[in-house]
C-alpha cells in the first residue's frame, strides 16, 4: 500500500446532476459534474469518485454517456458508482473511461460477484463500497442507497470482500454522513488494521483537522469529501499544505 495519502472529491450524480444530501436524505442540486470534475482535479485532487445514486435501468444509458464526458476532460484516475451488478455494466463503464468502479448492494446480494468482477478486470478496478450504521453496539451493513438494512457486521463484510476480490473498501458512516462533525474514526482504523487493501474513509468531514485525524488516528488511506468542497469551505490545495506541514506524506 502507497504510503501517501489522497484526497478524494466526491459527487453524487442524479439525473446527470451533482446533488447532496445530509444522512442520505434531502437532496439538493449543486452543479455539473463535469465541470465540477475538472475543477477538482484543477485544484488537486488525487481521485474523483462519481456515485449515480438513481441508478435504474433506464437512467444508465445517460450514465455511461456521463462518465464517456467526464473522461474526456479529466486528467485524474476516477471511480465510478451505483446500479453496478454485473459484468456487462462493469465493462461498459470502464470502456466509457472509468478508471474503477464501485460495487455495493449487488455484491452482498451475491458476493461472488467481486471475484468475477476481479478475475474479469483485476482486483485493482474493483472497489467494494459500505454503507454502515451503529447500531446494537456493532457497526451493520446497510444497502439500496442506505434504505435497507442488513444483519452483516461491517467488519466481517469488508474482510470477506477482499477475500472475495475487493481491491479497495470505500467505507461511509451513514451516522456521520453530510454532519460535518468528522469521519467515524474507529469503525475506519478496525477495517483497515485487519485488511490488506486499502481504505477511503467516507462520511462526516468539515474541516482540515478531520481529515488529519482520520489519516492519523483512522489508518486511512484515502479520505473522500462532499459537501466542504462543493460549497467551497475548504480548497483541496490549502487542505494538502496543511496535512504537508504536519507531516502527512500526501501526494
Known amino acids: 500500500m502507497s504510503l501517501s495519502k489522497r484526497i478524494i472529491p466526491c459527487l453524487d450524480i442524479k439525473d446527470s446532476k451533482t446533488v447532496k444530501g445530509i444522512n442520505f436524505e434531502n437532496i439538493k442540486i449543486v452543479g455539473d459534474p463535469v465541470e465540477l470534475g475538472a475543477y477538482y482535479a484543477q485544484q488537486g485532487a488525487d481521485e474523483l469518485v462519481f456515485l ?62 467481486l471475484t468475477t468482477l476481479a478475475n474479469q478486470y483485476g482486483r485493482q478496478c474493483i472497489v467494494l ?18 434504505r435497507i438494512p442488513t444483519k452483516i457486521k461491517a467488519k466481517d463484510w ?43 474513509a467516507s462520511g462526516g468531514a468539515g474541516n482540515m483537522s478531520h481529515f488529519y485525524d482520520v489519516f492519523t488516528k483512522g489508518n486511512a488511506d484515502a479520505a473522500l469529501a462532499a459537501s466542504i468542497f462543493h460549497n467551497k469551505e475548504l480548497e483541496i490545495k490549502e487542505l494538502k499544505q496543511n496535512l504537508k506541514s504536519k507531516g502527512v506524506q500526501i501526494r
Do not use: C
Request: no cysteine; proline share 2%; hydrophobic share 40%.
Open 129 to 146: 463500497a459500505i454503507d454502515t450504521k451503529f447500531e446494537s453496539e456493532d457497526w451493520y451493513v446497510y444497502i439500496n442507497g442506505g
Open 52 to 113: 449515480d445514486v438513481s441508478a435504474t435501468h433506464e437512467k444508465k444509458k445517460i450514465f455511461l454517456e456521463l462518465v464517456t464526458r467526464i473522461a474526456k476532460q479529466i486528467n485524474i484516475p476516477f471511480t465510478v458508482g451505483g446500479g453496478i451488478s454485473s459484468i456487462e455494466d462493469v465493462f461498459g463503464l470502464l470502456n466509457a473511461g472509468a478508471d474503477k468502479v464501485s460495487v455495493n448492494s449487488a455484491a452482498v446480494k451475491n458476493p461472488y460477484l
Open 158 to 200: 469488508a474482510r470477506r470482500g477482499v477475500d472475495m476480490g475487493a481491491g479497495e473498501i470505500l467505507l461511509t458512516s451513514m451516522d456521520n454522513d453530510g454532519t460535518k462533525n468528522g469521519f467515524a474514526l474507529e469503525i475506519t482504523r478496525d477495517i483497515s488494521d485487519k485488511i490488506g487493501v486499502p481504505i477511503i
